[in-house]
T-cell receptor, first 113, second 116 residues
Framework: AQSVTQLDSHVSVSEGTPVLLRCNYS??????LFWYVQHPNKGLQLLLK??????LVKGINGFEAEFKKSETSFHLTKPSAHMSDAAEYFC???????????FGKGTRLSVIA | GAVVSQHPSRVICKSGTSVKIECRSL??????MFWYRQFPKQSLMLMAT?????????EQGVEKDKFLINHASLTLSTLTVTSAHPEDSSFYIC????????????FGPGTRLTVT
């Protein structure tokens, strides 16, 4: 069985400062891991994905995440926050086969001018 | 990238009526489509999984007679909320997936349903 825990329900940063959104996962299989972003009243947009290739994954809009098997973590980072990054972020895990995605509860990112 | 559309984006209906929401994969064939429900400030809750040409698999607690899912083709799935009630008001999101190593899902923009 798969599960994912987003350690912070809300993160607030100042514009131009680094962003860290934390995610820990549990999986019986070699997992695929994703980060999605959702702006208010919008659908989900894929930021990046890990699928057992390089452990440091680069995504869109300057985001990246590092898969650390020993820590069962997949934290999302960005060097410098922009106002447009304010949104809800979901860490998601998928196991093998046709299993559904398992979503974390989400982290709301606020960016202060 | 792969595009998934939903129609309508927003619908208001009266209690007791039925509403159909369409989900289309525009530039790929979706072997599997998923329907999610999202309450305000909460994560997505998987309602059901559907494969083209077969019956949908509903998650525990989801009434299959109330939320009818049809996946008639590899590019279209529909969710019909039957005899809608105000508690069915929510944001409904579909996603589509095609086979491959990543099993990545592509999400639609969502449909805001309000039942009055």
């Amino acid at each position: 069985a798969q599960s994912v825990t987003q350690l912070d329900s809300h993160v607030s940063v100042s514009e131009g400062t680094p962003v860290l959104l934390r995610c820990n996962y549990s999986s019986s299989y070699s997992p695929s891991l994703f980060w999605y972003v959702q702006h208010p009243n919008k659908g989900l947009q894929l930021l990046l994905k890990y699928t057992s290739a390089a452990t440091l994954v680069k995504g869109i809009n300057g985001f990246e995440a590092e898969f650390k098997k020993s820590e069962t973590s997949f934290h999302l980072t960005k060097p410098s926050a922009h106002m447009s990054d304010a949104a809800e972020y979901f860490c998601v895990v998928s196991g093998s086969g046709n299993t559904p995605l398992v979503f974390g509860k989400g982290t709301r990112l606020s960016v202060i001018a | 990238g792969a595009v998934v559309s939903q129609h309508p984006s927003r619908v208001i209906c009266k209690s007791g009526t039925s509403v159909k929401i369409e989900c289309r994969s525009l530039d790929f064939q979706a072997t599997t489509m998923f329907w999610y429900r999202q309450f305000p400030k909460q994560s997505l809750m998987l309602m059901a999984t559907s494969n083209e040409g077969s019956k949908a698999t509903y998650e525990q607690g989801v009434e299959k007679d109330k939320f009818l899912i049809n996946h008639a083709s590899l590019t279209l799935s529909t969710l019909t909320v039957t005899s809608a009630h105000p508690e069915d008001s929510s944001f409904y999101i579909c996603s589509a997936r095609f086979g491959g190593r990543t099993y990545e899902q592509y999400f639609g923009p969502g449909t805001r349903l309000t039942v009055t």
